[in-house]
């Protein structure tokens, strides 16, 4: 127990008083942290609610629409293009 907290008061100690890449790098990933965190906030902050089973909005039935596409046959295409020309 004593050999394990002795190893991570090390560890600790080798970080924090490690020399002038420590004094550079420890800050700057604190930085990083807290840019991370706010990005995060900010970014869940901005996302639109979503409303589940709303009695504003209905669910859709199921029914379908049409595509939009109208079925031709490759004869009814060329008179068409005849008539165009």
């Not at 190893?7 to 700057?28: D, E, K, R, S």
């Not at 995060?40 to 629409?65: H, K, M, N, Y």
Request: aromatic share 4%; proline share 6%.
């Amino acid at each position: 127990m004593l050999l394990g907290a002795l190893v991570v008061l090390a560890i600790l100690g080798g970080i924090l008083l490690g020399g002038i890449f420590t004094i550079v790098l420890v800050p700057f990933a604190i930085i990083a942290l807290v840019a991370a965190v706010g990005y995060s906030i900010a970014a869940r902050a901005a996302q639109p609610r979503e409303d589940t089973g709303s009695a504003e909005r209905p669910l859709p039935t199921g029914q379908q629409t049409g595509s939009g596409r109208v079925r031709t046959s490759p004869e009814r295409l060329a008179d068409a293009r005849r008539v165009r020309q």
